[in-house]
């Protein structure tokens, strides 16, 4: 089934009729929220929706009763294919990605899809430790250590002197 481009005004129609599947003309003036638009107006659009295959008709009497052809999945189909080829390369990575940027769609919502737990966080440097290289690069910190080691075993031969003196 190929489906067609449809205008705005045509759209707005055709949200009425999915909710009523099948109606006759009166059923969309009693239906269509005000202001509501003149019999003639949409009379019209009945004829270019059948002609664009999305209605049938099926004449009763003197009256037509009107059934939806294209369900609104397949509509709503057809534009996001439209959509991701026109706008989007055909990558559903670049749909996702813009809708996580304009934040329309969170990490919550996807949850719910998938069994896989899919966290977004920015990524923390760590700064890596080189204890080797910074033993071979900073010696003096084991001076330090061996200096102290020295001046503690110099104190404690100066306690023994004062001790032997005494």
Not at 90 to 110: N, V
Not at 144 to 148: D, I, N, P, T
């Given at each position: 089934?190929?489906?067609?481009?449809?205008?705005?005004?045509?759209?707005?129609?055709?949200?009425?009729?999915?909710?009523?599947?099948?109606?006759?003309?009166?059923?969309?003036?009693?239906?269509?929220?005000?202001?509501?638009?003149?019999?003639?107006?949409?009379?019209?659009?009945?004829?270019?929706?059948?002609?664009?295959?999305y209605l049938s008709t099926e004449k009763e009497g003197r009256i037509f009763k009107y059934t939806v052809i294209v369900p609104f999945e397949e509509y709503r189909k057809f534009l996001l294919k439209e959509l991701t080829h026109n706008?989007?390369?055909?990558?559903?990575?670049?749909?996702?990605?813009?809708?996580?940027?304009?934040?329309?769609?969170?990490?919550?919502?996807?949850?719910g899809y998938f069994d896989l737990k899919i966290e977004i966080k920015p990524a923390k440097v760590e700064n890596p430790k080189f204890e080797v290289a910074d033993e071979i690069l900073n010696p003096k910190k084991e001076k330090?250590?061996?200096?102290?080691k020295d001046k503690d075993k110099d104190k404690e031969k100066e306690k023994k002197k004062k001790k032997k003196k005494l």
């Open positions: 089934m190929k489906i067609n481009h449809l205008t705005a005004a045509e759209e707005n129609f055709m949200k009425l009729f999915w909710k009523m599947e099948s109606f006759y003309l009166k059923d969309v003036m009693e239906q269509h929220p005000e202001p509501k638009p003149h019999q003639n107006t949409v009379s019209t659009y009945l004829k270019i929706l059948v002609e664009k295959g706008f989007f390369n055909d990558s559903g990575k670049e749909i996702l990605e813009f809708l996580f940027s304009e934040k329309l769609l969170t990490q919550d919502d996807l949850k330090k250590v061996k200096a102290s």
